[in-house]
């Protein structure tokens, strides 16, 4: 029998689209956020890179679905998706990231993804915003653009709400298992904190607090929070969205000028205690690439910290830890990108109308395994599962 009420716990992008989903095809649905607002945590910090770009199948298949969906919603509410190229490249004497280019280019082409592999010549004729005379290897992903992401989770949270979802702020949940509920602990606007609510069925898009909060219900994951940085430029640029892997930096159009990020601290954070603004390093690096990359110039204006969360193989965990318990979470710093369909995905799951890919089964590996933090935003090939 398809699960009646429903509890989704985070607000961010994953939270608010599963939310949408179960509650457009007729689930009771309750949103708790422990924030005061939506997009209160890395949905609201992210750089808004969007693409379907992906060299594995069920990469690029999520990749092409939230595509559809963001240009969908385009124009709905604040939420606008700008259509922008999104150009990888390595520097000359990167052979290594050259080769990767290319071969990851070649196997999003056989996934059907609008993928070109251009020469540097090619490159700087197509876009003369970039300085190109150094480029090894490049690629050129045309189903891209970008946007405000708290705008997505804005309307996305208000569609659910119009669906017929509750969504609740300044509720922050403990889990339980055998039978899923929610206990709120935060104290806010909800009224009944320390109530316990059974629900049919719980969803933790929880982000960088998954792993605390399902394990404090007794299911171990391995999911680790990392800071990776992104700052804002007030001067224009009128280019393609960039990825320079040889320097891990990338960079777009913004409307108060550029954006630029990246920075991975590759070190697991604690996700109540973390520095929220830029580095010194992360921000005169960055400057560097951009003058050699884009002739840009401009001081910072802002330079802040987010959390991502790492797994093991740099696949995310998405589908049943218990019965009735799900999880969402572990993007490696594409979450907000493949939010529309992971979304639907992980309410497709609860209603049981789809199973999820096994390259994403949370139950693939021991909770308690090692693994060291890899940076999300590489052109080489994901890591086996059992290295
Ligand atoms: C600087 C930066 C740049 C990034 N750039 C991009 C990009 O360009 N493209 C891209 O795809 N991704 C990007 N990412 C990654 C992206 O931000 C995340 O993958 C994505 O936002 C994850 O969404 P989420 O809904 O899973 O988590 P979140 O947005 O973190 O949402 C989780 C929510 O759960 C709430 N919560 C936590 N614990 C509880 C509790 N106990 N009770 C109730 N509520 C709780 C939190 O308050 C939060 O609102 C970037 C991240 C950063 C930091």
Same mark, same amino acid.
């Given at each position: ?73 385009? $124009?709905?509410? #604040?939420?606008? +998706?700008?259509?922008? !190229? &999104?150009?990888?490249? /390595?520097?000359? %004497?990167? =052979? ?118 399902? $394990?404090?219900? #007794?299911?171990? +994951?391995?999911?680790? !929070? &990392?800071?990776?940085? /992104?700052?804002? %430029?007030? =001067? ?152």
């Amino acid at each position: 029998m398809s699960p009646e009420r429903v509890a989704v716990v985070g607000a961010g992008a994953v939270g608010v689209t599963a939310a949408y989903d179960l509650a457009a095809r007729g689930a009771d649905v309750t949103v708790f956020e422990r924030g005061d607002r939506v997009a209160a945590a890395s949905s609201g910090r992210a750089a808004g890179v969007l693409y379907d770009a992906y060299a594995e199948d069920v990469d690029a298949e999520l990749g092409a679905r939230s595509m559809e969906r963001f240009r969908s919603f385009s $124009g709905d509410g #604040g939420f606008r +998706l700008r259509e922008c !190229p &999104y150009v990888m490249l /390595a520097r000359d %004497g990167d =052979d290594a990231r050259a080769e990767a280019i290319d071969a990851a280019a070649a196997r999003m082409r056989q996934h059907g993804r609008d993928v070109d592999t251009v020469s540097g010549a090619e490159l700087g004729r197509r876009f003369p915003a970039l300085r190109t005379d150094d480029v090894a290897a490049a690629a050129v992903a045309s189903n891209a653009g970008w946007t405000d992401p708290a705008s997505y989770v804005e309307l996305v949270a208000r569609k659910a709400v119009d669906a017929g979802a509750e969504l609740r702020l300044n509720a922050a949940v403990s889990v339980s298992t055998s039978p899923p509920a929610v206990t709120v602990s935060g104290t806010g606007s909800g009224g009944d904190a320390a109530a316990t609510r059974p629900f049919d069925a719980v969803v933790v898009a929880a982000g960088a607090h998954t792993a605390a909060l399902l $394990g404090e219900a #007794g299911v171990a +994951l391995p999911l680790k !929070p &990392y800071r990776v940085q /992104a700052l804002v %430029g007030a =001067d224009g640029y009128d280019g393609p969205m960039c990825y320079d892997a040889t320097a891990g930096v990338y960079f777009r159009p913004h409307p108060d000028g550029l954006l630029g990020g990246d920075g991975t601290v590759p070190e697991e954070a604690d996700p109540d205690d973390w520095d929220r603004d830029g580095d010194d390093w992360f921000v005169a690096d960055t400057r560097e690439v951009l003058r050699h990359r884009a002739d840009y110039d401009a001081a910072p204006e802002r330079a802040w910290a987010g959390l991502c969360t790492a797994t093991p193989d740099g696949d995310p965990l998405v589908g049943a830890v218990a019965d009735g318990v799900y999880v969402a979470a572990g993007w490696q710093g594409h979450g907000f990108m493949r939010a529309p369909a992971t979304g639907e995905l992980v309410a497709e799951q609860v209603l049981g109308e789809r199973d999820g890919p096994a390259s994403f089964d949370p139950t693939r590996f021991d909770g308690d395994r090692e693994f060291e933090i890899r940076e999300g935003m590489v052109v080489e090939e994901r890591r086996e599962a059992s290295d």
